[in-house]
């Protein structure tokens, strides 16, 4: 199977998924908070001030008075100041997501991996679900679903070449893809996989293994 067949195969599955959200600051907090943290932790922590969510709102708060609003999500200092770098970073660009859209792709991932605190995925997170920028999100979820389908890439580059030569350039279906692979692995391809209800059965490599055919 290539990438382009397996978006598909999820797409029959489970359907048109979500996005993150439509406003870029919300998915930049919200991909910092995140790390090591359920979404359920996330989404409960930025309820109460979600409606004034913004990096305005964010520079204006002191780095004690951050820390106390984000602290249900833990590592609260490191994602504090993540946050504040981030914030800095955007301001750069006027808050603007069409600002950042003149510039290349690499260079604002570079800019992004260069802040403390964000790694690989959180910077592919924010690139395709808040900056519309084709690059592929790379999970643990990600790199074991492939495994078991069969596949065996020696390190994330040649998963981000196995997708990105095999989909079309675009962020949307990049943020839908990632979406999809979060779905099959926390509804069925979980730590113990439910095989039997795999509607990809049929191409998995893991079936025999996992003792359902
Ligand atoms: S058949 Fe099992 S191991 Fe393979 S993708 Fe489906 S749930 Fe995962």
């Known amino acids: 199977m290539n990438a382009n067949e397996i978006y598909n195969e999820l797409l029959n599955a489970y359907g048109k998924p979500r996005w993150w959200s439509d406003d870029a600051f919300t998915v930049m907090f919200q991909a910092v908070l995140v ?14 001030f979600k409606d004034k969510l913004s ?4 520079a204006s708060l002191s780095d004690e008075e951050l820390q106390k609003l984000i602290a249900p999500c833990g590592f609260y200092k490191s994602k504090a100041r993540t946050i504040k770098l981030l914030v800095k970073w955007f301001e750069k660009y006027n808050y603007s997501v069409q600002e950042t859209q003149k510039v290349p792709l690499q260079t604002l991932r570079n800019e992004l991996l260069s802040l403390k605190g964000i790694g690989a995925e959180t910077a592919d997170v924010i690139l395709v679900y808040a900056l519309y920028q084709p690059s592929f999100i790379i999970d643990a979820y990600t790199r074991r679903f492939l495994s078991r389908l069969g596949f065996d890439f020696e390190d994330d580059e040649k998963i981000r070449i196995f ?7 675009d962020a949307r279906i990049y943020g839908y893809f990632h979406w999809l692979i979060l779905d099959h692995c926390i509804s069925v391809c979980r730590k113990t996989p439910l095989c039997g209800e795999c509607k990809m059965n049929r191409e998995c490599k893991s079936l025999i293994h996992f003792g359902s055919k």
């Open 35 to 48: 790390q090591n943290t359920a979404w359920s932790s996330v989404e409960k922590t930025c309820e109460p």
């Open 163 to 169: 997708f990105e030569n095999n989909l079309p350039k």
């Open 55 to 58: 990096p305005k709102f964010i």
